[in-house]
């Protein structure tokens, strides 16, 4: 019995947790100080600087699937981001920023 109960108290605090992390996201993502746009460079910044190379791949996908990027912005973000992240994760952005302009452009 103790299982059983022990088994729903973890599904309800998961329940919990994704309701808040998905309330979180909804808020962080919809205040009216800063544009999507603004929020997802900054996001660009922040994930190129720690390394996590499947995180920024999504998040250029979505920036310009949506507009809100151009590919020549693309392109600057690179520049402007490796003279900060240093050359290795520039040079992973960079490869990163052509490949999705080469299957936009394709599509």
Do not use: C, K
Not at 90 to 106: C, H, K, P, S
Request: glycine share 6%; charged share 25%; aromatic share 6%.
């Amino acid at each position: 019995m103790s299982d059983n109960i022990d088994d729903l108290d973890r599904r309800a605090r998961t329940l919990e947790f994704g309701t808040a992390v998905e309330h979180m996201f909804a808020e962080v993502w919809s205040g009216e100080a800063l544009s999507t746009r603004d929020r997802r460079l900054l996001l660009l910044g922040l994930l190129v600087e720690q390394g996590l190379a499947e995180e920024t791949a999504a998040q250029l996908d979505a920036a310009l699937r949506t507009g809100e990027l151009t590919p020549s912005e693309l392109r600057e973000i690179v520049i402007f981001v490796t003279h900060y992240a240093g050359s290795a994760r520039g040079a992973r952005l960079n490869a990163q920023v052509e490949d999705l302009i080469t299957r936009f452009m394709a599509a």
